[in-house]
């Protein structure tokens, strides 16, 4: 079994930072991908940040500037440093991954269960 958890969400006021932790456990042989979404109430899930196992990211425009993504791959760990938040940066934020496990061939996609951040102006 493989699961991801996320941390570290939770209530910050507009400009505020927070730290998203996701880590990855159980039966993994290696982790490809990594990437953060989130779903706001009434709307799609959307990405928010990726990253390629040798360390490319990728970002929305809306958080460009503002987050990073980053990732230990020693920890199968992801991390989101979000700074400048925005009340529009409400959501629930979701880890996702690409990985291989040892005892099944190909490559699977999981998700977290998400972690929900709320920003008040």
């Known amino acids: 079994q493989v699961q991801l958890v996320e941390s570290g969400g939770g209530l910050v006021q507009a400009g505020g930072s927070l730290r998203l932790a996701c880590a990855a456990s159980?039966?993994?042989?290696?982790?490809?991908?990594m990437g953060w979404y989130r779903q706001a109430p009434g709307k799609q899930r959307e990405l928010v940040a990726h990253?390629?196992?040798?360390?490319?990211?990728n970002y929305a425009d809306s958080v460009k500037g503002r987050f990073t993504i980053s990732r230990d791959n020693a920890k199968n760990t992801v991390y989101l440093q979000m700074s400048s938040l925005k009340p529009e940066d409400t959501a629930v934020y979701y880890c996702n991954a690409d990985l291989l496990r040892f005892e099944v061939p190909g490559i699977y996609n999981y998700w977290g269960q998400g972690t929900q951040v709320t920003v008040s102006s």
């Open positions: 159980g039966s993994i042989f290696s982790i490809n991908a």
């Open positions: 990253i390629t196992r040798a360390g490319s990211t």
